[in-house]
């Protein structure tokens, strides 16, 4: 099995995951569970969305002569939506903000909006499908 074909169906069951204990009921020890597998698959999401993101994020800032010093470094959430917020310093010291949203779908797609600040300015804001990418990752 390739590292591709191990990637997609591990985002897939996290984003699935992810979206089905938000429907589950909580009641005692059920409720330790469904929260320890929560977590585990919404930081396996993340984790999962986060890489493609940062290469496109560094892609970008580099196709417009800014170069990064430190990060981007992310943390996120997956429920209804996918949330991406990540932080990052130029190489002369600018703060860089990240943030990629969208609704999350169940499957290995989440096209969804990216914005990027750099000290303030918006120099990133177009569409962007991290999923589809982590999916189709070697």
């Known amino acids: 099995m390739t590292s591709r074909s191990r990637r997609a169906p591990r985002l897939a069951a996290a984003l699935a995951a992810a979206s089905l204990v938000v429907a589950l009921p909580a009641c005692g020890a059920v409720d330790k569970i469904v929260s320890d597998v929560s977590t585990a698959a919404v930081g396996l999401g993340v984790d999962l969305i986060s890489k493609p993101l940062q290469s496109e994020v560094r892609s970008q800032l580099k196709s417009q002569g800014i170069e990064l010093k430190s990060g981007p470094d992310c943390s996120g959430d997956i429920k209804n939506e996918v949330r991406i917020d990540c932080t990052a310093v130029t190489s002369d010291g600018k703060a860089v903000e990240v ?11 989440c ?24 999916s189709s990752l070697n």
Request: aromatic content about 2%.
């Open 99 to 109: 943030k990629f949203t969208a609704k999350a779908n169940g499957s290995t797609s």
């Open 111 to 134: 096209p969804g909006s990216l914005v990027v600040t750099v000290g303030g300015k918006k120099t990133v804001n177009q569409s962007q499908d991290p999923c589809k990418a982590a």
